[in-house]
């Protein structure tokens, strides 16, 4: 158990558009997700933390209105990179916990590459 | 920053060989997990040491806790090539919920 996916696996956008990323939990119910981003050869730094229902809370330095996330249902994240510029092309990865402090459940990542 | 630094950052073993990384942290911590990550893929959970807890073990691994030095080490015994992939430390603080990555060891197992 304890699976999560995400979609897509890989995206190619120009610059300028948006892109959106789901984060699905599919066996369990996640109250808390969160969103991480990945440069090459580097380690995951957190962008936010989604809760069921509730907004999304921002680390320092993260655009929330750059990076859009909405946490609609106890399975699904997502996470929209508006106006896409080729420095947000990253790793990005979700995680999902089915309590606040619980164990992390990490989905396999999206490439994203902007033009 | 919290980041805590991994060492080596890189680490090449033959097969059969023990593997030791390291990790070193900056605050007081409620746990500490290690993670592996295979080349552009997502991360798996290996395990879990909480901070009353000094070592644990999960089949070929090893994982130890210092929290005088704010240290972790993993130890991966007879390795394998399959074991071939980036490895990071991570801990959670009292009352928090976020896990702060450290900066990972890349580890090659040569055949």
């Known amino acids: 158990g304890a699976v999560v996916s995400q979609h897509p696996s890989r995206v190619i956008c120009k610059s300028g558009t948006s892109v959106k990323i789901e984060c699905r939990s599919l066996?369990?119910?996640?109250?808390?997700m969160f969103w991480y981003r990945q440069f090459p050869k580097k380690s995951l730094m957190l962008m936010a933390t989604s809760n069921e229902g509730s907004k999304a809370t921002y680390e320092q330095g993260v655009e929330k209105d750059k990076f859009l996330i909405n946490h609609a249902s106890l399975t699904l994240s997502t996470l929209t990179v508006t106006s896409a510029h080729p420095e947000d092309s990253s790793f990005y990865i979700c995680?999902?916990?089915?309590?606040?402090?619980?164990?992390?459940?990490f989905g396999p990542g999206t490439r994203l590459t902007v033009l | 920053s919290q980041q805590g630094e991994e060492d080596p950052q890189a680490l090449s073993i033959q097969e059969g060989e023990n593997a030791t990384m390291n990790c070193s942290y900056k605050?007081?911590?409620?746990?500490l997990q290690w993670y592996r990550q295979n080349s552009g893929r997502g991360l798996v959970h290996l395990i879990l040491?909480?901070?009353?807890?000094r070592e644990k073990h999960s089949g070929r691994l090893r994982v130890t806790l210092d929290t005088s030095k704010k240290s972790s080490s993993l130890l991966i015994t007879a390795s394998r090539a399959a074991d071939t992939a980036s490895y990071f430390c991570a801990t959670v603080a009292f009352g928090n919920e976020k896990l702060t990555f450290g900066t990972g060891t890349r580890l090659t197992i040569i055949p």
């Open positions: 605050t007081s911590i409620n746990n």
């Open positions: 995680s999902a916990s089915r309590l606040a402090a619980d164990t992390q459940y």
């Open positions: 040491i909480r901070s009353n807890e």
């Open positions: 066996d369990f119910q996640a109250t808390t």
